[in-house]
């Protein structure tokens, strides 16, 4: 979904295809073959507050260049299941310039969404992290799916997540649901 000519962007992070047996959404973790898989802790929600509260307050500066934000994808989703936040990109008067959907490792949402907002703060912008969730993506089938939450961030538009992927691969079929972790 393009807002003001703003396009918005995917990060994930690679998962385990293990199945999994269901708990709660107030659980810690959850129960996989082989063992437990962390979802979150209260460091990871420290992690992502901090992360929020300087991705924004360090950035932004008067010297960002919005040609230096073209070289950034805006959709960055490598085959496979990825946790994923969706990252609006603000200008220094605060609007913002586009919005990303990008993969990377790490066990948490946090950990995705930081070598980004690094990136775009090292460029003089400033990051608003909305919310997240999954991304499956198989090219064999010419599938993506998007789906669940992030405990650190909060549920991501995943509408307007799917909107971006349908534009940076138009031969997948592209789906959500607010399903799932």
Known sequence: LVRGGVLPAVIGVVLRSSPRAPRS????SFTMQGGTEPTTNAEDQARAASLKQSALQDGAGADASDTALNSVP???VAPGV???VLINVQGADGSV???????????YHVD???PVVDKLKAMGFGAVIPGGGRISRDDDKKTIHIYGFSYGFGKGDHAQA????????PNHAITWSDEGY
Request: aromatic letters at 10%; a positive charge.
């Open 112 to 114: 995705v969404a930081t």
């Open 82 to 84: 990825f946790k994923y």
């Open 162 to 169: 799917a909107e971006l992927c349908k534009q940076a691969f």
């Open 25 to 28: 959404l107030g659980s810690a």
């Open 97 to 107: 310039k586009k919005t990303l959907v990008c993969s990377g490792p790490g066990s």
């Open 74 to 76: 805006a959709v960055q």
